[in-house]
């Protein structure tokens, strides 16, 4: 089994403070260059949990483009980078507050510029798995490269998944104008945490978010992320909740990607969506009590992935 993941590379820089940042004044806190990017998070965390992985971005043709391939090399996944002079290497400016809670601003680095010619279409027809996130969709480029991306993954029999990726995002697009890019992509699992969940149904319960969007992708498994509650499993008309693996929050960063990571290679070893869903929780649990998408692991991480 193998994946392939089209979207974002991005360079992080992690702002923690642990005070209110007052306007005009000064703050001691933690600033960090760390390597992110939704799609490329949950490329090295499908990795990092076994599953062989490729990884289709763009990138510019700069030292931060240089570290993006020293990072995905070093992570065992398979990169095939659009490389251009016209952009720079993707930038998010992500700031974590005392809580734990993050905000994010994110540039319009090249990752925004991946065209539908510049894709590897052999490296697509040849994984089982294509995953994609929103964050492809809420402009264009690059959304016409990400649906095509899809086209051939359906093509060739692969099973698509997706990330809403921001609430906000969807709210400015237009809830409508999201469901019109996304339903006819063929999407198998849908990864949607309570905000996105609750944008695009209206809903606020969480059964009733996950019926509503199951509604809406009657052939997608629907996995409802919760954060401090755990997640809700939507899949085949029945539901299940899933218990939380931790509340200490440190930083939530990344959380969603790692556990759409987890869940497919997981998902793709033993085919059981409930427990790919339990083995995610322990694994998104694990990285929002560290800073940042992707944190070094530990013997605890390691125990947990040699469970999968």
């Known amino acids: 089994m193998s994946l392939c993941v089209v979207g974002d590379f991005a360079w992080d820089v992690l702002i923690r403070t ?52 020293e990072d995905l090399e070093h992570e065992r996944v398979i990169h095939h980078f659009i490389q251009t002079d016209a952009q720079l290497t993707g930038s998010v400016a992500v700031f974590v507050d005392q809580t734990g809670e993050r905000s994010m601003v994110s540039g319009r680095g090249a990752d925004f510029f991946l065209l539908p010619q510049e894709l590897p279409k052999s490296v697509i027809n040849r994984t089982n798995f294509l995953h994609l996130t929103a964050w492809s969709f809420f402009t264009d480029p690059p959304r016409t490269a990400a649906r095509f991306a899809a086209e051939i993954a359906r093509a060739g029999g692969s099973s698509i998944s997706f990330d809403p990726g921001s609430f906000q995002m969807i709210e400015e697009m237009g809830v409508s104008t999201f469901w019109s890019y996304v339903k006819d992509l063929g999407i198998k699992v849908f990864l949607p945490n309570y905000e996105e969940g609750r944008v695009l149904t209206g809903m606020y319960e969480p059964s009733d978010i996950a019926r509503s969007l199951a509604e809406h992708l009657p052939n997608a498994t629907i996995i409802l992320k919760l954060d401090a509650d755990g997640a809700l499993v939507h899949h085949d008309g029945q539901q299940t909740a899933i ?57 605890r991480l390691a125990r947990i992935i040699a469970s999968n």
């Not at 960063?253 to 929780?281: E, I, Q």
């Open 243 to 299: 218990a939380p693996a931790t509340n200490n929050l440190v930083d939530a960063t990344g959380a969603g990607d790692s556990f759409a990571g987890a869940y497919l290679a997981h998902f793709s070893k033993h085919g059981s969506v409930v427990d790919a869903a339990r083995f995610a929780t322990r694994i998104a649990a694990w990285v929002i009590e560290h800073l940042g998408a992707r944190p070094t692991a530990d013997s």
């Open 18 to 69: 642990n005070n209110e940042v007052l306007k005009g004044g000064d703050s001691f806190g933690e600033v960090m260059l760390t390597p992110g990017g939704s799609a490329a998070n949950v490329a090295v965390w499908a990795r990092r949990c076994g599953l062989d992985t490729h990884f289709i971005g763009k990138i510019g043709r700069d030292r931060l483009g240089d570290l993006a391939r």
